[in-house]
């Protein structure tokens, strides 16, 4: 029961934002303190990359299922069970001295982060459908480059200051702060507790639903498998021009902190002049042609233009599965959501690799994800187009 009932729809979004943060942290800390790990578990970089795959890869069989978990027990205690586990692992990796265990823990903290992640994705539809949903779900998302972005700043300081394993300890300190916030301040809104009262039926989703959500999960993987190709293959790029590869990465790590400055002023404009499709079809546009022009124009202008026009789709597509779920299928239909994303996501950066491989080009895995953005649009108008009366207002 919450100590506290504010129903506030924008508090509410910054506690779901505040606790969201810390799977972005916890995303990073691998990263951040890889060298010491390297060191101290006598490992090499392909074990370091497992581990930061781990976090991720049980979204691929758990998205849905926690859908259900959360029709079946309530959202914020699945939620609240996520956290607990993003917690318990992450303490596990600050403990362990060898690679299975840190192994071992960091597959707890990514089932923890599936179940967080899938259910307040529908938390946030919950209270704003019919409302600020492009904003608000815009701000939602932000908060993942956040985390990272802080981890960036801290981890590495934490690392050198005391030890790599101070790190998790403060990464599960996170996500324990998450608990307690979620625990206190959150609550559903008061038409999906009429709806969640009773005994609760199964609720299948309609084959429109099934249609319109899968659509919706392919755009948003081909609008994250562009984005993350510009950090993993902009520096090999930049730096096969003549660009010393150490100021490559700090170059193109500036889209990183442009694009949380672009997430949510992209989701406020759509959502003000009511065009979602119109900024998701223009930030494809100009992201694809960026990613073309990046081999051949100046990379400083062409890096600071992805930033400021990469963030600009994103509200406006975490929007649309609520535009055609029912309140009562949300939970379900967000798990098949994510089912979907991860599992088109997680081919395409090694697609772009292979990409490279067969080009020996290092400009090739640019276009590709020039291409991904480009057949977005196409997929756009093929949901818009099939879209019926269950869309929501502003999406």
């Keep these: 029961m919450e100590l506290f009932v504010l129903s506030d729809r924008w508090f509410i979004l910054s506690v779901i934002f505040l606790a969201r943060i810390s799977m972005g942290y916890q995303f990073q ?21 497992t581990l930061i795959g781990l976090q991720s890869l049980p979204g691929l069989f758990l998205s849905l299922p926690s ?80 985390g990272i972005g802080l981890a960036l700043v801290t981890q590495p300081a934490i690392n050198s200051t005391l030890n790599w394993a101070a790190v998790f300890h403060i990464s599960a300190a996170a996500s324990a702060a998450g608990f307690v916030l979620m625990a206190i301040f959150y609550h559903a809104p008061a038409e999906v507790k009429q709806i969640g009262t009773g005994p609760k039926p199964k ?10 959500v ?50 949510p002023l992209g989701g406020w404009m759509a959502q003000k002049f009511r065009r979602p499709n119109t900024f998701m079809t223009l930030g494809f546009i100009l ?28 509200g406006s597509i975490m929007a649309m599965p609520a535009a055609v779920l ?3 299928s949300r939970a379900i239909g967000m798990g098949l959501f994510w089912t979907i994303y991860y599992g088109v996501y997680a081919s395409l950066p090694a697609l772009a690799g292979l990409a490279l491989d067969f080009t020996k080009s290092t400009a090739s895995p640019l276009f590709f994800g020039a291409g991904l953005l480009f057949v977005a649009i196409i997929l756009l108008i093929w949901f818009r187009s099939i879209q019926m009366p269950l869309r929501v207002k502003g999406a």
Excluded: Q
């Design 29 to 49: 800390s691998i990263g951040s303190v890889s060298p010491s790990l390297i060191k101290d578990f006598a490992i090499e970089y392909a074990a370091i990359g």
């Design 67 to 146: 859908g259900i978990l959360g029709n079946r027990f309530g959202d914020k205690r699945v939620v609240l069970w996520g956290l607990v586990l993003m917690t318990v692992g992450t303490v596990l990796v600050g403990i362990s001295h060898s690679f299975s265990v840190a192994a071992t823990g960091r597959l707890i903290s990514g089932i923890g982060t599936i179940l967080m992640n899938v259910l307040m994705t529908k938390m946030v539809a919950d209270w704003f459908a019919g409302k600020e949903i492009i904003t608000a779900m815009a701000i939602f998302v932000n908060s993942w480059p956040v």
């Design 203 to 212: 609720v299948p989703l309609l084959g429109r639903e099934i249609y319109l």
């Design 214 to 263: 899968t659509l919706a999960a392919i755009i948003w993987a081909f609008y994250n498998g562009a984005y993350i190709i510009v950090p993993t293959f902009g520096p090999p790029l930049l730096s096969s021009m003549g660009m010393i590869f150490a100021d490559a990465a700090v170059l193109v790590s500036f889209n990183n902190w442009l694009i949380i400055g672009s997430v």
């Design 287 to 314: 992201f694809g042609s960026a990613m073309l022009l990046l081999p051949f124009g100046s990379a400083i202008p062409l890096i600071i233009s992805m930033g400021i026009i990469g963030g600009i789709p994103a």
């Design 326 to 328: 029912r309140p009562e």
